[in-house]
């Protein structure tokens, strides 16, 4: 049920800002968010596979690694 993922989502992303957040500061805070909606999205993926909806992840794993790639090289600089 996607109201459960969301508050699953909800609660990683709270437990995460009380000890990112305090630890890192801001960019604990982004770190997160992105990491509890990362979490929230494959639990998704994951139901609507298990249900069969017979999704093609080729195309998106390669999506997501152009992603990861840029963010990091993004986030290079930003950390100097």
């Known amino acids: 049920t996607p109201v459960v993922l969301a508050l699953l989502g909800m609660a990683v992303n709270v437990a ?8 890192f500061g801001i960019p604990g805070l982004a770190a997160s968010t992105s990491l509890s909606l990362a979490l929230v999205a494959a639990l998704t993926l994951w139901r609507v596979r298990r249900a069969g909806g017979g999704l093609d992840l080729g195309g998106l794993g390669r999506c997501c690694l152009q992603v990861a790639l840029a963010a990091g090289c993004a986030a290079v600089p930003t950390w100097w």
Do not use: E, P
């Open 16 to 23: 995460g800002d009380l000890t990112l957040g305090v630890r």
